[in-house]
């Protein structure tokens, strides 16, 4: 099984247990896709942390944006905005990041 | 992560493709793990003696499903259907023929079961099942997306659907399951939906999505669940709560209700309405996300079932419900008739939320400013489970009709793609029949080509800007595959989204919403 700094990820880079994340990892899995972590990453995946703490599922794209929103300024809250920061989808690749588990269905 | 493919062109005119043999060879998608399998009762890997299980399994599903057995039996190969298929059409790849594909579990089937096969395999093309079989059939049914275009053309009306169906439900059986789909699955039938929403997070999505609609429309519209005695149990996919542009669907659906002044629900128990048991062919997980549903269905005491905006799921309940759980009729245990005597027999039941809407609009129930949609340019996508396998407003071809008009209703400009590619004929998505997973992405872009084909003509011809469907996965799909077309991801809405947007509310007494407004600006 391949690992990022040690800890076991999965055949699509998402941690096998996600209790082994530490920022170091996310620094590096961004570093995979060419994604130099900013402020503003940090300030998505931060919330995605502190939201599966409480409800352990990865927040809807709406209560996402809106966070955001509230958080970074209005213009920020929607989806073009997070998609710019994480090109491959803020549930997906924001998640991975974070050390959440895929969000996986009809989407 | 960082995969690229080649994007097919988009011709003026499709044509049939010269084959390249082999070029969709591959390992197929990610495989299930003991994981994801056991919860559904399927060995954790490949077993030992799977050759014998396969077998097995094979005999199993002739002797369940005579139609399964029609359809290997019965082929001509006439070719009628060879393209006909999106992904043979996208790929190029010649076992991506719907005639081919199918061979690939028929010529097993002949091997096995037939005298010709076991005397004379090779005068019958009957071939024996070694590993390099099942892997095809791994790799290739996972290029289906069971759309079953090919069977509207064939004239003996084989359903290749049927055929990759039974071909996942043994290779589940041997323990070659797909992750996608058995990962979904496992949550569908434990948490209750696909996404493995819990109820604290999907009653606080909801919540959320009241303000917002509040906010927006200074109307308290209200997204309940669990509201015991409620006329209506909405079951709708579980990326209505969760994805976009999902969600704008889902915001439609409640403004709809509310304007018709019924009360309804969602329930945290069954929080789905898709199905994959479908997908993989089996009918006893299939049976038991559908019981989810009715469990609730009883518990909340409602009258009327309706269905959201997806496709197989419209599938599921309009063909398979009545027996799988009593909703309609057909199912004769106690809770099935327990639910037949509850629920109210002067509606359709199940019904879906066109219809709902439909019938509203014809009432003259729900008033629109179609203005409000004047910036768009509209088409819409036929999904092929309800083009295919459904009806709707129980007039003939209404699963066309109805959906069209709802659009007509709130929208000036709406125009058709090319005949061809609509209605029964109408193109799939690309993501269709669990193949909506990363993992998949290459087959997906490449089967999306003849659907965005079609899409570029009316874009050139009429300036279309906005597609609209009433399928989750559709949905999902665009989104992913419009912007290697090079047009807008954003373009994809829900049919509801079109509804959402032009419905007139009425506001509650003593409200001014344009004062309300104007204040939350100056407050800013």
């Known amino acids: 099984m391949a690992d990022i700094l040690g800890a076991p990820v999965d055949e699509e880079g998402f941690l096998v247990n996600l209790t082994d994340w530490t920022k170091d990892i996310a620094v590096e899995m961004a570093k995979g896709d060419d994604i130099d972590l900013s402020d503003e990453h940090w300030e998505v995946i931060d919330f995605l942390r502190e939201y599966y703490e409480e409800y352990q599922i990865a927040p809807a794209v709406r209560v996402l944006t809106k966070a955001i929103g509230k958080k970074m300024g209005k213009d920020k809250g929607n989806s073009k905005y997070l998609y710019s920061l994480f090109p491959y989808g803020p549930g997906k690749q924001g998640c991975r990041f974070a050390g959440l588990p895929k969000p996986t269905g009809c989407i | ?14 044509e049939i493709p010269d084959i390249n043999e082999g070029i969709m060879d591959g390992e197929g998608p990610f495989k299930s793990s003991e994981e994801f399998q056991a919860p559904l009762g399927f060995p954790g890997e490949k077993v030992e003696n799977w050759k014998e299980k396969a077998i097995d399994k094979m005999a199993d599903l002739k002797s369940k499903y005579r139609s ?85 053309f064939c004239p003996y009306g084989i359903d290749t659907a049927e055929i ?33 929403l819990p109820e604290p997070a999907l009653r606080d999505t ?23 005695g409620s006329e209506i149990l909405l079951v709708t996919p579980s990326a209505d709560f969760f994805a976009e542009p999902h969600i704008d669907g889902l915001i439609g659906y409640g403004k709809v209700f509310h304007q018709d002044g019924v009360t309804w629900t969602l329930s945290s128990y069954a929080s789905e309405a898709a199905n994959f048991g479908m997908f993989i062919g089996s009918y006893d997980v299939m049976r038991k996300a559908a019981l989810r549903i009715r469990k609730a269905a009883l518990d909340l005491e409602v009258s009327r079932i309706i269905v959201g905006e997806c496709g197989h799921a419209w599938r599921v309940a309009y063909s398979f419900w009545n027996t799988l759980s009593g909703v309609g009729s057909g199912a ?114 490449k ?53 959402s947007d032009a ?21 800013e």
């Not at chain 2, 992560?1 to 499709?14: G, K, N, Q, S």
């Not at chain 2, 096969?117 to 099942?129: N, T």
């Not at chain 2, 909801?206 to 015991?228: A, N, R, S």
């Open chain 2, 332 to 445: 004769s245990d106690e809770f099935a008739l327990k639910l037949q005597n509850q629920l109210d027999s002067r509606y359709p039941q199940p019904q879906h939320i066109i219809e709902y809407t439909y019938n509203l609009i014809q009432e003259g129930k729900i008033e629109f400013d179609k203005s409000e949609n004047d910036h768009r340019t509209v088409t819409f996508h036929d999904s092929c489970n309800v083009a295919r396998a459904t009806n709707m407003g129980g007039i003939p071809n209404g699963q066309f009709i109805l959906p069209r008009e709802v659009i007509k209703s709130v929208c000036n400009n709406y125009v058709d793609m090319e005949r061809g590619t609509i209605m029964e004929s109408t193109f799939c998505c690309g993501g269709g029949g669990g193949l909506l997973t990363d993992d998949l992405m290459e087959i997906r872009i």
């Open chain 2, 206 to 228: 909801l919540v959320d999505l009241e303000e917002e609609v509040e906010e927006d429309t200074g109307v308290p519209i209200k997204y309940p669940l669990d509201q015991k």
């Open chain 2, 1 to 14: 992560m960082a995969d690229e493919y080649e994007v097919p062109e988009l011709p003026t005119y499709i």
């Open chain 2, 447 to 499: 089967g999306a080509m003849p659907r965005m084909q079609a899409l570029k003509e009316v874009e050139k011809s009429d300036g279309v800007d906005t597609l609209a469907a009433i399928c989750a996965i559709c949905k999902s799909q665009f989104t992913k595959v419009l912007p290697k077309f090079d047009f807008d991801p954003y373009m994809i809405v829900s049919v509801h989204q079109l509804v």
């Open chain 2, 503 to 523: 419905i007139v509310l009425e506001k509650p007494e003593g409200s001014d919403s344009e004062v309300e407004e104007s204040t939350e600006v100056t407050e």
């Open chain 2, 68 to 152: 399964v057995q029609v359809f290997l039996d019965m082929c001509v190969k006439c070719g009628a259907c060879t393209d006909k298929c999106h992904y043979f059409l996208g790929t190029s790849d010649p076992k991506n023929m719907p005639v081919a594909r199918q061979d690939l579990f028929r010529s097993v089937y002949r091997r096995y079961f037939t005298f010709s096969g076991k005397y004379f395999p090779k005068l019958v093309g009957a071939k024996e099942l070694d590993d390099e079989m099942l892997d095809d059939w791994y790799n290739y049914y996972h290029q289906c997306s069971q759309c079953r275009r090919c069977s509207v």
């Open chain 2, 164 to 196: 990759s169906m039974a071909a996942r439900e043994v290779l589940d059986v041997v323990g070659v399951g797909q992750k996608y789909c058995n990962q979904i699955l496992g949550k569908a039938v434990t948490v209750g939906n696909n996404l493995g």
